[in-house]
């Protein structure tokens, strides 16, 4: 974002000159390599407790060698990575375009002192509505459906999910598409005299959200509730627009703008998480993510896991051409990680042109896919390991079983897990073509001693910095998304029928009835 165009171009020039080394040379040329490749960041397993827990990311099967890895910090010196990452934790303007900073990581501590301390005061203010909630100040609460998209949704979704599987204080359901069908399932699972509604919207003018949000007071009141505004808590960094809708003021839980909606689960739009999960364990997941940043600040060139992830992500996208990069997590908690992955590096990292404007320099962010292992393994791995594309994938497993059956699943998961890996790597030969693998296919490993609320918060927080490292070394804005504006735009003319339609559109609008 701040390196200078010639000193970029210069970098990414030898970087695209770089011999390639298949990954049996990388390993037969360096007999300690996945120690060297491999990174730990660790946290208290308690808040002041000596004994640590933590996450190792293992990069030994990924393509960087030596050299790779020595052109790409060069890269990162002329990306001016050092400025930009000050002034992400620093208030900077990092979000050109909309004149913003990006202040996620003040929500957990890392920021200036004057975010820092709003933060916690908002944060403090939430803590008060969800323990005055669990104490009954709103009368008898079991379920809550919480209403929002995109940023809104995606992180509360997977991390309800991820941390509710043994207790849930409150049975939390997200919904996010406009379809009905989506609201009705959660009607169908929750009472409404012991519902709450929490409106999640960082802007509170998205159409799909305020209409469910209609609808949602509607079935409150259709089914005798008596002040169903009253059972409203809204999640928004825009509180007058809020209350004017008609929200009071006392259950309005802002956040601040400088905080992205795909960054945003640490702020008030974690509040139906908090609710499910109560709020101590909500601030482990606070300092998972902030022991990722303590991380993410220290740490320089290939030292720094989320920057060396990032290494990986434009190794494979810029000098291999890959145009997807696929993420599995083994673990049911995770099955949501690759929905909320997509929005974080896709809407960030999509983009076509530099911070300054200028076209870019080669692809940007790739596809991100995933799903879980193992179902994955007998659904899509075939193209994996023999289809034609190259493919990184990331594995994400937890050391630490979450089920409490015979510890063969866990050692069958876990087993499964490693195997793909060493599979994708070795290849295989064989006489018969259509029985032999290429091998020399990319993977890097996550591995969290226990897919607690804590890794959960690291895990977040690593591919938050992930992104916010790949967007240096292209020299892009990652906190804009001029991009969804269009389309939202386009059905806005649909709707009143004002609009220059193309004979396509105009033929389904006809067919659709919408004509
Ligand atoms: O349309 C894209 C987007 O603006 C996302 O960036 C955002 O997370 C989502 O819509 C929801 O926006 P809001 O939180 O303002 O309702």
Known sequence: MSGTGEAMTAAWASLRALPHHTLADLF?????????MTRRIAWPVEPGSAAEAGMLVDFS?????????????????????????NALFGGGIVNPTEGRAATHGALRGSGTDAQVEEAEALLARMGMLVEAIHEGALGEVKHCIAIGIGGSALGPALAIDALTRDLALVDVHVVSNIDGLALEAAFRACDPQTTLIALASKTFTTTETMTNAESALKWLADNGVDDPGGRVIALTAAPDKAVEWGVDETRVLPFPES???????????????????????????????????????????????????????????RLRGCQTRAVFAYDERLKLLPDYLQQLEMESNGKSVTASGAPVDGPTAPVTWGGVGTDAQHAVFQLLHQGTHLIPVDFIASIAPGDDLDPAHHRILLMNCLAQGAALMAGKTSDDPARAYAGDRPSTTFLVDDCDAAAFGALIAFHEHRTFANAVLMGINPFDQFGVELGKAIAKQIESGQGDFDPSTKALMEAAGLG
């Open 61 to 85: 099967k990924t393509h960087l060698g030596d050299e790779a890895l020595a052109a790409f910090e060069a890269l990162t010196e002329a990306a001016g990575f050092g400025a930009a990452r």
């Open 259 to 317: 905080v992205g909606g795909r960054y945003s689960l640490f702020s008030s739009i974690g509040f139906p998480v908090a609710l499910a999960i109560g709020m101590d364990e909500f601030r482990h997941m606070l300092a998972g993510a902030k022991a990722v940043d303590d991380h993410f600040r220290a740490a320089e060139g290939r030292a720094n896991a989320p920057l060396l992830a990032a290494y990986a992500d434009q190794y494979y996208t």
């Open 28 to 36: 037969a040329g360096q007999a300690d390599r996945p120690a060297v």
